[in-house]
């Protein structure tokens, strides 16, 4: 089962400093057909305007993965965290029992990123935030595992979910398969340029639904960059 959401039909909510469409129930969009998929909960494509940016709020109990696409965003938490994360990489943040953090875009330039929240396999734990860099050219015709329930395994940063967040950046032409369990859930999006899912074509930023696959092919038709997150 293969469904692919255009970017035109997403929830979009603009605030003048924040531009947002969302994938899935989200603040002021809701949509009783778009709770989530699977343990995926939250897929935000944001646009943060330069010099502005989310002021502390909490957050407990969910694995929050933040993508950034262009620009750069600055982390900063209850726990003493601080953090700037730059285009290409992720920073990951376990808000456990409780956790207040604000998320700020200090550059001079709008910064753009995918907010992904993941429901975790387990509550009530300790809180904590990462982050790492991840060269872009390190997945360039292949899959990267970018954060997972495996860190170790994987060499990823950790989230407390049966998931993985991965990219891969894809010249024209570029063909790279996944082997995926049927029983998971795969949600693709690609932020820049046309892809083919298994005979389905998406345009850029545009949310890939999948299921009982056993297989996902991904055919760059342009050159492209794309995320996926595979979780139960």
Do not use: C
């Not at 989200?26 to 935000?44: E, H, K, S, T």
């Not at 646009?47 to 982390?75: C, K």
């Not at 290409?88 to 943040?93: E, I």
Request: hydrophobic share 40%; charged share 30%; no cysteine.
């Amino acid at each position: 089962m293969i469904e692919v959401r255009p970017f035109a039909k997403l929830g979009h909510e603009d605030h003048g400093w924040l531009d947002a469409r969302h994938h899935f129930s989200f603040a002021g969009y809701q949509d009783r057909d778009r709770m989530g998929w699977g343990r995926i909960r939250v897929w935000n494509d944001d646009t943060i305007a330069a010099h502005t940016g989310f002021n502390p709020h909490p957050h407990n109990d969910m694995e929050i993965i933040t993508f950034v696409r262009s620009g750069a965003i600055t982390h900063e938490d209850s726990l003493g965290n601080r953090g700037r994360t730059a285009a290409g990489d992720v920073q990951v943040m376990s808000a456990g029992t409780g956790i207040v953090h604000g998320e700020y875009n200090r550059e001079d330039v709008s910064t753009t990123l995918f907010q992904i929240w993941i429901r975790p396999d387990r509550a009530g734990e300790k809180p904590s935030w990462g982050q790492r860099e991840f060269p872009r050219d390190d997945r360039s015709g292949r899959w990267v595992v970018l954060a997972s329930g495996e860190p170790d395994k994987d060499d990823a940063l950790p989230i407390r979910a049966e998931a993985k967040v991965l990219a891969a950046k894809l010249a024209k032409g570029d063909v790279v398969t996944y082997d995926a369990a049927p029983w998971r859930f795969q949600y693709l999006v690609a932020p820049v340029g046309r892809v083919r899912i298994n005979g389905h074509e998406a345009e850029p930023r545009d949310g890939i639904a999948v299921t009982g696959e056993e297989t996902i092919t991904l055919e760059a038709l342009d050159d492209a960059e794309v995320v996926m997150v595979d979780a139960r």
